[in-house]
């Protein structure tokens, strides 16, 4: 929560491929379109469900506490930290972009 509520900031998010040699890190988005796209219907089955998560399976050291599970999926993601620009910036620099398209001479190559 902490993350999300900070305005004119998101973040990029990068998962570890552990399937790749040096496992690289590999990147999933922005943060506020993973939670937006977030499913609508969390106890559907897996298999309807098009959100992937990359890691590996691992042997619970732990199992004694968690009611005899013996395997936990690891999943390892970096966030970074970068700034946004709101709804209203955006328009008003597509709106700049749109007017200075109509000024180049056609066929300019920007």
Request: glycine share 6%; hydrophobic share 35%.
């Amino acid at each position: 929560p902490e993350l999300v509520a900070k305005l004119g900031q998101d973040y990029t998010v990068y998962a570890y491929d552990f399937s790749e040699y040096e496992t690289p890190l590999v990147g999933q988005g922005m943060l506020s379109w993973v939670l937006a796209s977030a499913s609508s219907t969390p106890t559907a089955p897996a298999f309807q469900s098009k959100t992937m998560i990359t890691g590996r399976v691992c042997k619970n050291i732990l199992g004694i506490f968690c009611n005899g599970i013996k395997e936990t999926l690891e999943v390892k993601l970096r966030l970074v930290p970068v700034p946004t620009c709101l709804q209203s910036e955006y328009i008003e620099n597509m709106d700049k972009h749109r007017n200075l398209r109509q000024v180049m001479p056609e066929g300019f190559d920007p």
